[in-house]
């Protein structure tokens, strides 16, 4: 049975936040000033009530912008409130407020990172280009990354080129949750086919691997147990998948370098892979200079990520046969 006009108007003022839960908020300016009105005036009450599901998007009314300044501007908890409200209802005008949030480190890390959210569903340009112009403000404080992912996932690639969001990239150790560890996994599947060749230079700088496939340096060592290595296979596997010549070259060095370190993991999946792709992987790494039996033999039991072979049984006689022909025998005998 619908409600009666005004059955809830005694609810504006003593309990604003149960008609904005259950959306019984009515339709009249005037109503909605007073219960954000109210839920500015208890903020301190109402942020231990709300849930993460609460939603404020029927409070839209012609003065809320200036209705919403005075919290925004000084931190408190009306100043979480009122960017609660601004995410679900919002109005422009507000654009200033929000970008002095997420340049203010003495502000909390989930009030900065709502503000730049907020930017970014409504394309204030400006403001988002002068966080990433001043990240190390936005920045501070920022000891789980979540500042970091949020940034990256609301400005690339619209505003920021893939070179700069590679370069922002931090070996992590925390795991794929918060918004870091949620952009990452996302990084292959947003990436733009032109910009795969820069990232897998990337990937090559990121372990030291020369353009032969060598260890020119040490690869960072605080990569190591860190999530960036997911990444890394993420967008190997979405270079093989492309079965370009090219890409399996860097790929082949990619690999050199893993079992020259000792690890016969393949640095991507191999289940959008075929025969003739892998045959073909399996060449460019044995037509390499230098290359001895061991490389052959690790080839032989190597495994991806999920267990899949790179050869099978019915690889191991044409495998054995293309090792003999390429690999550099005196390196073994010279070694005995």
Same mark, same amino acid.
């Given at each position: 049975m619908p409600a009666r006009p005004g059955c809830y108007q005694w609810l504006v003022e003593a309990d604003p936040l149960t008609l904005v839960r259950y959306n019984l908020v009515p339709d009249d300016s005037g109503t909605r000033r007073v219960v954000v009105a109210t839920l500015l005036a208890q903020a301190h009450e109402y942020q231990h009530l709300m849930r993460l599901d609460d939603r404020f998007g029927s409070l839209v009314h012609p003065d809320l912008a200036a209705q919403?300044?005075?919290d925004l501007r000084r931190a408190g908890p009306a100043s979480g409130l009122a960017l609660a409200v601004l995410a679900d209802?919002?109005?422009p005008g507000l654009e200033a407020a929000l970008l002095s949030i997420c340049l203010d480190p003495a502000r909390p890390l989930w009030d900065r990172q709502r503000s730049l959210v907020i930017l970014a569903e409504h394309q204030a340009d400006e403001q988002l280009l002068a966080v990433i112009e001043r990240s190390d403000v936005f920045l501070a404080? @920022?000891? =789980? @990354?979540?500042l970091l992912g949020a940034l990256l996932d609301q400005t690339w690639p619209r505003l920021m080129s893939t070179p700069d969001m590679l370069a922002r990239l931090v070996p992590s150790a925390r795991l794929r949750g918060g918004a870091y560890g949620l952009f990452l996994h996302e990084v292959a599947d947003r990436l733009a086919e032109e910009d795969l060749p820069t990232t897998l230079s990337w990937v090559e700088r990121l372990f030291g691997v020369d353009k032969e496939g060598r260890q020119s340096s040490d690869p960072d060592p605080a990569v190591q147990g860190s999530i960036l290595p997911g990444v890394v296979e =993420?967008?190997?596997t979405l270079a093989a998948a492309a079965r370009s010549n090219e890409y399996r070259q860097v790929l082949?060095?990619?690999f050199r370098a893993r079992i020259g370190a000792g690890d016969d993991e393949p640095p991507f999946r191999l289940d959008d892979t075929d025969r003739a792709w892998r045959r073909g992987l399996v060449i460019e790494m044995l037509c390499a =200079?230098?290359? @001895?039996? !061991?490389?052959g033999a690790m080839l032989g039991f190597a495994r991806d990520s999920a267990g899949v072979p790179l050869l099978d049984d019915d690889d191991f006689a044409w495998a054995c046969s293309t090792a003999m022909q390429h690999v550099d025998h !005196?390196?073994?005998s010279t070694a005995d």
């Amino acid at each position: 049975m619908p409600a009666r006009p005004g059955c809830y108007q005694w609810l504006v003022e003593a309990d604003p936040l149960t008609l904005v839960r259950y959306n019984l908020v009515p339709d009249d300016s005037g109503t909605r000033r007073v219960v954000v009105a109210t839920l500015l005036a208890q903020a301190h009450e109402y942020q231990h009530l709300m849930r993460l599901d609460d939603r404020f998007g029927s409070l839209v009314h012609p003065d809320l912008a200036a209705q919403l300044a005075p919290d925004l501007r000084r931190a408190g908890p009306a100043s979480g409130l009122a960017l609660a409200v601004l995410a679900d209802s919002y109005v422009p005008g507000l654009e200033a407020a929000l970008l002095s949030i997420c340049l203010d480190p003495a502000r909390p890390l989930w009030d900065r990172q709502r503000s730049l959210v907020i930017l970014a569903e409504h394309q204030a340009d400006e403001q988002l280009l002068a966080v990433i112009e001043r990240s190390d403000v936005f920045l501070a404080g @920022d000891q =789980d @990354d979540h500042l970091l992912g949020a940034l990256l996932d609301q400005t690339w690639p619209r505003l920021m080129s893939t070179p700069d969001m590679l370069a922002r990239l931090v070996p992590s150790a925390r795991l794929r949750g918060g918004a870091y560890g949620l952009f990452l996994h996302e990084v292959a599947d947003r990436l733009a086919e032109e910009d795969l060749p820069t990232t897998l230079s990337w990937v090559e700088r990121l372990f030291g691997v020369d353009k032969e496939g060598r260890q020119s340096s040490d690869p960072d060592p605080a990569v190591q147990g860190s999530i960036l290595p997911g990444v890394v296979e =993420d967008v190997c596997t979405l270079a093989a998948a492309a079965r370009s010549n090219e890409y399996r070259q860097v790929l082949a060095r990619l690999f050199r370098a893993r079992i020259g370190a000792g690890d016969d993991e393949p640095p991507f999946r191999l289940d959008d892979t075929d025969r003739a792709w892998r045959r073909g992987l399996v060449i460019e790494m044995l037509c390499a =200079d230098n290359v @001895d039996a !061991t490389l052959g033999a690790m080839l032989g039991f190597a495994r991806d990520s999920a267990g899949v072979p790179l050869l099978d049984d019915d690889d191991f006689a044409w495998a054995c046969s293309t090792a003999m022909q390429h690999v550099d025998h !005196t390196a073994v005998s010279t070694a005995d």
